[in-house]
């Protein structure tokens, strides 16, 4: 459902580094003997121009998804149609070949076939709902410590290549955003119990994770949840309660389009839940976009507050971990 747009999530975040990270860049640097062998990934600051490490867009989103899946697998086991292996060749019966083999056309029947996974991330035949952006330093970071490592043999204990040297960074900040949109609310929960994870150090970020690097601390700054398309609706009770997709969708008479939730398997009318933390209502109702938003700007906090009011928007998300619960409970593959 990429051709209207119901509702939105969007939230904005902080990654901080628990220990040494390393994202390589792709460049080659044997040209450069002054350079280490494997130096972090860098791009010109946004704001000053600047040279600067930062977190590639797709670095985060692929350590999201995957951890998604580890959860959807976790709790609802494994098969193509829970979670389908998206880089798997001809006959591994992922999403896109599954699809095609199929001769699926229509954008419902695409959709009702898709797993669990790639109805949020999206694969290559079919456009994510699920948006990142890179993450930057506030200001440009360039100058980074260098480790030396060396390769182990197995059978002397030895140095068996090496030393070869890598840049880590080792503190800063990073900050980013994420959007959802046409979400259900099972997939918000999902989401939240990736970023949960991540933000407490049990998911590792970059290069050498099972040799102690990519430890991070992931805080959100600021969420906010927007209907896009809801001028003065009376229908809807957008500061007290969460809707997911199936729950918006409306003919033009104003009725319910059950139709159109069952041709893309949508939860359907019961896809809300009220909230159970107060946050900042927006009706806009000249622009028809209604918001709730929780938190406050990144550049509102300090290092005392930032805890403590990431703590305060996970605990308002925290209600749609409730509907992926139940979509859990009830789901039949």
């Known amino acids: 459902m990429h051709k209207r747009r119901v509702n939105e999530l969007q939230l904005q975040y902080v990654i901080k580094p628990a220990g040494p990270i390393l994202i390589k860049s792709g460049g080659e640097t044997a040209l450069n003997p002054t350079l280490p062998e494997m130096t972090f990934v860098r791009t010109r600051h946004p704001q000053t121009g600047d040279t600067t490490i930062y977190l590639p867009g797709s670095s985060l989103k692929g350590v999201i998804r995957s951890h998604s899946e ?3 697998r976790t709790v609802l086991g494994d098969g193509p149609e829970t979670c389908c292996d998206l880089l798997g060749g001809r006959g591994s019966q992922n999403c896109q070949e599954r699809i095609k083999s199929r001769r699926l056309k229509e954008a419902p029947e695409q959709y009702r076939e898709l797993c669990l996974a790639c109805r949020i991330f999206g694969h290559m035949d079919h456009a994510s709902h699920f948006l990142t952006a890179d993450a930057f ?6 100058n980074l410590p260098v480790r030396q490592n060396v ?5 002397s204990g030895g140095v068996a290549a090496g030393p070869f040297d890598m840049e880590v960074a080792l503190e800063g900040e990073f ?3 994420l959007t959802l949109y046409n979400f259900e609310l099972w997939q918000v929960g999902l989401l939240i119990l ?12 970059g290069f050498a994770k099972s040799r102690g690097l990519g430890e991070v601390h992931l805080y ?13 609706s009376s229908a809807f009770t957008f500061d007290k309660t969460f809707y997911g997709a199936g729950s918006l969708v409306k003919m033009k008479n104003g009725a319910a389009d059950t ?7 949508y939860v359907g009318q019961t896809d809300q839940i009220g909230w159970e933390v107060n946050g900042a209502y927006d009706p806009d109702e000249v622009w028809g976009r209604p918001s709730l938003r929780f938190g406050v700007a990144p550049d509102q906090l300090t290092p005392a507050t930032l805890a403590s009011n990431h703590n305060t928007i996970m605990g308002a998300l925290a209600v749609s971990v409730k509907a992926w619960a139940q979509f859990v409970r009830e789901y039949k593959g």
């Open 70 to 72: 580890r959860i959807i």
């Open 137 to 142: 330093p506030p200001a440009p970071i360039d």
């Open 151 to 155: 390769a182990i043999d197995r059978l």
């Open 175 to 177: 900050h980013s955003q």
């Open 194 to 205: 990736a970023l949960r994870d991540i933000g407490e150090g049990r998911v590792r970020l």
């Open 220 to 232: 959100l700054t600021q969420a906010t949840v927007s209907y896009p398309g809801q001028f003065a």
């Open 259 to 265: 139709a159109f939730v069952r041709a893309y398997d």
